[in-house]
């Protein structure tokens, strides 16, 4: 198999100007770009560039994929939007790592050597960028959840200690959105692993009368200028900037209502796992169950079917023996499955030795031609050796 890489940058913030798309262009005459995107695949080279380096100059997402078993996304926001310390909480050695610059974070989440061969030999990596960009939206306002899910990865490589301790698990990890599915997906995330994540909403989670309660105590408490400033920000289209402002000041103001944490609220890697164990039991539970459920139904179905058969033996066999006459492959495949059909509703509504019986009759007609006896004999319906 040759080699196959796809990349895809997109520039939100800022639309490229006319000498960056030059600059791109002498980069490569293949690609794709406008002035918000540069799309191209290879089959055979690389990219004539950096792609850190574009992602500082250029371009605010990207993502790639080589069909080795290999795929990134990274992400470029404000430094505004972080500090540095939040980062570091979350950073795992290859999985999920940070670099800044003079004005933004750019932000990495890879997946290197996946065991899914048949995803990569499948896939080439249009449609990610749609289904991941929305994550740089989610961070300016302030969801975590995304940080949390590189750590995860990171877990689910096996390159996290198991005495480690988690980073302060967001709220909503156990109902993700889609564009962060998509990320747990993109990074191959173990899903008992996931699951296990996400009881930290259970344990910690507040009902909605105290946690409106406690939104009403601090929007009290925050000074008037403040409020205008948010407000100023909205009326002038920052309505991100603000709810990303409000949304960390929050935070803070409920990290200082419990200066120490509560025991047991974040727990080892070790843990996660003890709980991904039980999760992955609880799955297969559930999937057996359904799987039950769901033969159940079939074959439900499948005796309502052969009840209609039952109802008139005498046309389905009439049928079958036009199917026999016209003599070809296509139609002999149908006679197979329709003796087999008549077989279980004989066997379901009246008797198999009736339906032995007009098989023999059946036989009579049609037992040389050699391909239909083929077929039924491998059915487990006839015997060449039968007379």
């Given at each position: 198999m040759s080699e196959y890489q796809y990349y895809e940058f997109v520039a939100i913030d800022e639309p490229l100007t006319p000498q960056q798309m030059t600059e791109l262009r002498a980069r490569s005459s293949r690609a794709s770009i406008t002035p918000t995107s540069f799309v191209n695949d290879y089959q055979w080279g690389n990219l004539k560039g950096d792609p850190a380096d574009w992602m500082r100059r250029y371009f605010d997402a990207h993502v790639y994929v080589a069909n080795w078993c290999t795929c990134l996304l990274y992400l470029r926001v404000p430094k505004s939007a972080f500090d540095a310390e939040t980062l570091r909480a979350f950073k795992t050695k290859t999985v999920f790592s940070v670099e800044q610059t003079k004005t933004h974070w750019l932000l990495e989440w890879g997946l290197d050597e996946s065991d899914n061969d048949d995803r990569f030999a499948e896939e080439d990596g249009r449609g990610w960028m749609g289904r991941l960009a929305p994550l740089r939206d989610e961070l300016l306002r302030g969801d975590m959840r995304p940080l949390y899910l590189g750590w995860l990865a990171g877990v689910s490589a096996g390159e996290v200690d198991e005495k480690a301790i988690e980073?302060?698990?967001?709220?909503?990890?156990?109902?993700l959105t889609a564009a962060?599915?998509?990320?747990?997906?993109?990074?191959?995330?173990?899903?008992?692993?996931?699951?296990?994540?996400?009881?930290?909403?259970?344990q910690g989670s507040k009902?909605?009368?105290?946690s409106n309660a406690e939104r009403d105590v601090w929007i009290a408490a925050l000074p008037a200028a403040e409020k205008t400033a948010m407000l100023k920000l909205l009326l002038t289209g920052n309505a991100q900037q603000a709810e990303r402002k409000l949304k960390l000041r929050f935070l803070a103001w409920q990290r200082e209502q419990q200066p120490i944490e509560k025991p047991g609220t974040r727990r080892t890697v070790a843990e996660l796992q003890k709980l991904a164990a039980s999760a992955a039991e609880a799955r297969k539970r559930q999937e057996a169950?359904?799987?039950?459920?769901?033969?159940?139904?079939?074959?439900?179905k499948r005796e309502t079917y052969l009840r209609t058969l039952a109802a008139d033996f005498d046309r389905c066999w009439q049928a079958v023996d036009k199917l026999a006459e016209r003599g070809i492959a296509s139609a002999y495949d149908e006679v197979k499955r329709a003796l087999v059909d008549l077989s279980d509703a004989y066997a379901?509504?009246?008797a198999r030795a009736d339906f032995d019986q007009k098989l023999v009759q059946f036989m009579v007609r049609h037992g040389k031609r050699g391909a239909l006896v083929r077929r039924l004999a491998d059915a487990g319906l006839w015997k060449k050796s039968s007379r």
């Amino acid at each position: 198999m040759s080699e196959y890489q796809y990349y895809e940058f997109v520039a939100i913030d800022e639309p490229l100007t006319p000498q960056q798309m030059t600059e791109l262009r002498a980069r490569s005459s293949r690609a794709s770009i406008t002035p918000t995107s540069f799309v191209n695949d290879y089959q055979w080279g690389n990219l004539k560039g950096d792609p850190a380096d574009w992602m500082r100059r250029y371009f605010d997402a990207h993502v790639y994929v080589a069909n080795w078993c290999t795929c990134l996304l990274y992400l470029r926001v404000p430094k505004s939007a972080f500090d540095a310390e939040t980062l570091r909480a979350f950073k795992t050695k290859t999985v999920f790592s940070v670099e800044q610059t003079k004005t933004h974070w750019l932000l990495e989440w890879g997946l290197d050597e996946s065991d899914n061969d048949d995803r990569f030999a499948e896939e080439d990596g249009r449609g990610w960028m749609g289904r991941l960009a929305p994550l740089r939206d989610e961070l300016l306002r302030g969801d975590m959840r995304p940080l949390y899910l590189g750590w995860l990865a990171g877990v689910s490589a096996g390159e996290v200690d198991e005495k480690a301790i988690e980073p302060q698990p967001p709220p909503g990890l156990s109902r993700l959105t889609a564009a962060q599915q998509a990320l747990a997906e993109f990074l191959e995330v173990d899903v008992d692993l996931l699951a296990a994540a996400g009881l930290s909403d259970r344990q910690g989670s507040k009902p909605d009368s105290e946690s409106n309660a406690e939104r009403d105590v601090w929007i009290a408490a925050l000074p008037a200028a403040e409020k205008t400033a948010m407000l100023k920000l909205l009326l002038t289209g920052n309505a991100q900037q603000a709810e990303r402002k409000l949304k960390l000041r929050f935070l803070a103001w409920q990290r200082e209502q419990q200066p120490i944490e509560k025991p047991g609220t974040r727990r080892t890697v070790a843990e996660l796992q003890k709980l991904a164990a039980s999760a992955a039991e609880a799955r297969k539970r559930q999937e057996a169950v359904r799987r039950k459920k769901a033969e159940a139904e079939r074959q439900a179905k499948r005796e309502t079917y052969l009840r209609t058969l039952a109802a008139d033996f005498d046309r389905c066999w009439q049928a079958v023996d036009k199917l026999a006459e016209r003599g070809i492959a296509s139609a002999y495949d149908e006679v197979k499955r329709a003796l087999v059909d008549l077989s279980d509703a004989y066997a379901l509504c009246a008797a198999r030795a009736d339906f032995d019986q007009k098989l023999v009759q059946f036989m009579v007609r049609h037992g040389k031609r050699g391909a239909l006896v083929r077929r039924l004999a491998d059915a487990g319906l006839w015997k060449k050796s039968s007379r």
